[in-house]
């Protein structure tokens, strides 16, 4: 499914180079997710050690960022990369600072755990609220997937995906909209629900983001403000 | 100010290459700077039809985001840049991801605005957003003019300059909870005026990303995940 031709390139350390980052990148995407999955499973559980742990950790994500960007900055300068080649590494700087962000979000979701969270959700909130992490996480492994096998087919379909997320995102909002109605004195907390469910529902758009840039890597053109529709066509050749 | 020797270039064509890119990006904060004003008054003056004009003016936004993007890649591949001029591309990268996503913002805040609006926005409230509004303006500018200068000591002020946005926040975040709390018939209007709020705040932490890589260019020492207390020092030497 790749269109690149990673094998030819003059210089068998060049190879190396590019894969080591695209393996870096993996890796950190790798971190995201797990931590991705224990944010989530610390806010419908209420587990403020576990949410703690995740906050801690983000230092983990920062710095792979960090990492990946001089190795990207290194290439550029000693190896002068042209074409695809090039495309690739730009494609490596635009995802891992989407990545990053997706931490950030984690991050976020992790913050809002604490005690008095437990009185705000109720079992239909919990189970809303993990339904949709389920989504997100899917949907950042399917686009991780898709940036490993350099597969635009599959990150177009990623990209789709993420109005299956915003629809959640609604109905959480509009759920959390009515207990706060109902229970004026709990807004402070459920509004801390409701910036939970907007860092996931951000997670989606730069999971989107990070499947725009594969089918930039692939077929060398910038879909960001175009309508997925719209370069359907292309795809259906790759 | 400048630590960058733009004038030691072999090719002048590389010269004029690396300033128009420079222009460009000034070129598109301008933009989003006018989007902004914009997003600001219609939202406190409750003014739909420049609403509407902000949202379909972000196209501008991001047609010069591809535009310099393309530019950039273009260098890249044409003139090998390296060492200073390098990470004046990859900054210039960066920069305008985060443009872009400040201009997403600021459409945000438009579409907050519409009819009912007016019920929810008290005249406190409305002086609040403002005066958020003139912060991230501030910000926005002056980072802008960081970049411009390549002035590691202004960017540095820039990204001290948000937590006034961060207190701002929380300030009109604790209005619109107690408006929620007297009034639950308006909590899905207030929550607008609150989303609009929350968009006001990243775009100062945007602005504050811009703020580091200018540090970046300037200093060549990635500081986006350190604290500004800890590079201060570095900045007087400049």
């Known amino acids: 499914m790749s269109n690149l031709n990673l094998g030819e390139h003059i210089s068998q350390q060049f190879n190396e180079d590019l894969e080591e980052v695209r393996s870096k990148v993996l890796q950190m995407g790798g971190v995201v997710e797990e931590q991705l999955e224990r944010?989530?499973?610390?806010?419908?559980?209420?587990?403020?050690?576990?949410?703690?742990?995740v906050v801690k950790n983000d230092v983990r994500v920062n710095a792979l960022e960090v990492e990946i960007d001089e190795e990207c900055t290194r290439i550029v300068a000693r190896r002068q990369p042209a074409a695809s080649d090039l495309r690739l590494v730009m494609a490596v700087i635009k995802t891992i600072t989407d990545l990053e962000r997706i931490g950030d979000e984690v991050k976020?979701?992790?913050?809002?755990?604490?005690?008095?969270?437990?009185?705000?959700?109720?079992?239909?909130?919990?189970?809303?609220?993990?339904?949709?992490?389920?989504l997100v996480k899917r949907m950042l492994n399917d686009v991780l997937d898709a940036f490993a096998r350099t597969d635009a087919k599959a990150a177009f379909e990623v990209a789709q995906f993420d109005k299956k997320i915003d629809v959640k995102y609604m109905v959480i909002t509009r759920h959390l909209m009515t207990h706060m109605a109902q229970d004026p004195?709990?807004?402070?907390?459920?509004?801390?629900?409701?910036?939970?469910?907007?860092?996931?529902?951000?997670?989606?758009?730069?999971?989107?983001?990070?499947a725009e840039y594969v089918v930039y890597l692939?077929?060398?053109?910038?879909?960001?403000?175009?309508?997925?529709?719209?370069?359907?066509?292309?795809?259906i050749d790759d």
């Open 39 to 53: 944010a989530i499973s610390a806010l419908v559980n209420n587990d403020n050690d576990l949410a703690r742990k």
């Open 108 to 134: 976020r979701v992790a913050k809002m755990v604490h005690e008095e969270l437990e009185g705000a959700l109720s079992e239909e909130i919990r189970q809303e609220l993990e339904h949709m992490g389920e």
């Open 185 to 210: 004195s709990q807004i402070p907390t459920i509004l801390n629900v409701l910036w939970a469910a907007r860092a996931m529902e951000r997670m989606g758009d730069r999971c989107e983001n990070i």
């Open 218 to 235: 692939v077929l060398g053109k910038d879909v960001r403000h175009v309508k997925p529709e719209d370069y359907e066509a292309e795809l």
